[in-house]
């Protein structure tokens, strides 16, 4: 029999997650308004992929009242972004930003997976993250 001990294998260190999203000073500055003039108590924004419109997809934004554990959250200049799990892969490096004109005040999601957009402006196609 043979008393050597067995090596000692350690486990290799997890990677560091990325971040989903950032977020630009003015969406930040956004939601920190939406958050005070809420109705209800509110966390932070929800933000997601839809399908539908004349491209294929589409972003959605809603008000959370919560964190779902399915949930991967985003915090960035102080505030909250709830990402819904199905939209993670195409969210994956975006920049959340809010831009405001005479004619329009919207979020704007500056984001490498997407592959083209409707005219109109409602609607996107996307494709999933390479990681």
Excluded: W
């Excluded at 560091?16 to 500055?29: E, I, N, S, W």
């Excluded at 930003?97 to 957009?117: G, K, L």
């Amino acid at each position: 029999m043979n008393n050597t001990p067995a090596p000692i294998v350690s486990k290799p260190k997890p990677r560091p997650r990325p971040q989903v999203m950032r977020l630009t000073d003015a969406a930040a500055t956004r939601i920190r308004e939406l958050m005070q003039r809420a109705e209800s108590e509110i966390i932070g924004l929800r933000v997601g992929v839809k399908n539908g419109g004349c491209a294929g997809q589409s972003y959605t934004v809603e008000y959370a009242h919560d964190i779902r554990p399915t949930d991967e959250v985003v915090e960035d200049k102080g505030v909250k972004i709830m990402v819904d799990p199905k939209a993670v892969l195409f969210l994956l490096g975006t920049e959340m930003d809010y831009q405001a004109d005479r004619m329009q005040a919207q979020f704007v999601f500056n984001n490498p997976n997407q592959i083209s957009a409707c005219g109109c402006g409602e609607s996107v196609q996307l494709k999933p993250a390479e990681v």
